[in-house]
């Protein structure tokens, strides 16, 4: 995955476009910077991997040239996407994202979801000036899906009757539609239908591969890093777990009272006996050849 993303989104070309992406970003945010209200400044982009903005670019590339309104499009998907991290940090009670406190560690809950309100508010500010209806409503689309993605993985909470097929539909909605409208913006806006499937087919596949990854990480870099073993402290299953307890059924009540015990080294211990890593990296493997092929 890190490997495709160094060698084929973030190209030199890229990388100027983002440049304008990112003062486009620092723009945006100073009404509520530290020269405003002090709850942000642009440290808060520094660490970004740009993504989204990257994934859009580069797919303007290759159904011609990047517009003033793709990189105004690749601002307003980094606003929406740094928006739902603010939000995700609450909902999870993470202190820590990518090795730096979060907004509602730093601050509180309050302030982190008035934020998150306020960087989407100057995304559809920005939607406004790229004046595409069909944009804006596919960009509403996407934020809604990511809301439902978030509620359904709400209500599985600590439920270890959920199945795979829950799963993919928890992380298409929450994750890999936002990577799909990156995707298929750049058609979206030109209006060129001809590679729009193909877009949106790449998105969901490199989306669902990213989630699964990032699940996986979670797991497996437990003692690593501060930010992990999330999942276990917020009763959320994801596909290694689900598949250990498929795969053995003596697996079950393992795994439920290590969750109860948050026993992180006893959960990847019987994550790693049952296959369940390795099967989980084949299925995220799977996903990104399929995306290599789109
Ligand atoms: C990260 O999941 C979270 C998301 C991909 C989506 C979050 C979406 C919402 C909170 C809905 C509200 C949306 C907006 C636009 C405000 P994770 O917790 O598995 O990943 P992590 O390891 O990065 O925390
Ligand atoms: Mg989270």
């Known amino acids: 995955m890190q490997e495709f993303i160094n060698k084929t989104l973030y190209t030199k070309e890229i990388q100027t476009h983002l440049s304008n992406v990112s003062e486009l970003l620092s723009k945006a945010i100073y009404d509520c910077s530290s020269k405003t209200c002090g709850f942000i400044d ?35 998907i980094e606003l929406i996407h740094t928006a739902s991290l603010l939000h995700d940090d609450v909902l999870d009670s993470s202190n820590y994202r990518r090795s730096k406190e979060t907004l509602n560690s730093l601050h509180n809950d309050k302030i982190a979801l008035i934020v998150g309100d306020f960087l989407i508010s100057k995304a559809y500010s920005i939607l406004e000036k790229i004046d595409n209806h069909n ?15 978030e509620l359904l993985q709400g209500s599985l ?28 913006g750049a058609a979206i806006i030109n209006s060129d239908m001809s590679q729009l499937q193909q877009s949106i087919d790449f998105g969901y596949n490199f989306g669902m591969a990213y989630q699964i ?5 979670d797991l497996c870099g437990a003692n690593a890093n501060k930010s992990n073993a999330m999942d276990i402290a ?18 079950k009540n393992n795994v439920i009272l290590a969750y109860k015990d948050e026993d992180a080294g006893k959960i990847l211990e ?10 989980a990296k084949d299925v995220a493997d799977n996903f990104l050849s399929q995306a290599i092929n789109s």
Not at 135 to 149: H, K, N, Y
Not at 270 to 279: C, M, R
């Open 42 to 76: 642009d440290s808060i982009f520094s660490d970004a991997k740009m993504l989204r903005p990257s994934i859009l670019l580069h797919s303007a590339l290759r159904i011609g040239s990047v517009s003033n309104n793709h990189i105004l499009f690749a601002t307003a």
């Open 135 to 149: 944009l804006q409503c596919a960009v509403t689309r996407s934020i809604e899906d990511m809301c439902r993605g």
């Open 157 to 184: 909470l600590g439920n270890f009757t959920i199945t795979e097929r829950q799963y993919y539909e928890i992380i298409n909605l929450k994750t890999a539609k936002l990577f799909s409208l990156s995707a298929s």
């Open 213 to 217: 990854y990032d699940d996986i990480m």
């Open 234 to 251: 917020n009763s959320v299953i994801t596909l290694p777990v689900i598949h250990a307890i498929k795969s053995k059924e003596s697996n």
């Open 270 to 279: 019987i994550l790693k006996e049952s296959g369940s890593i390795a099967y």
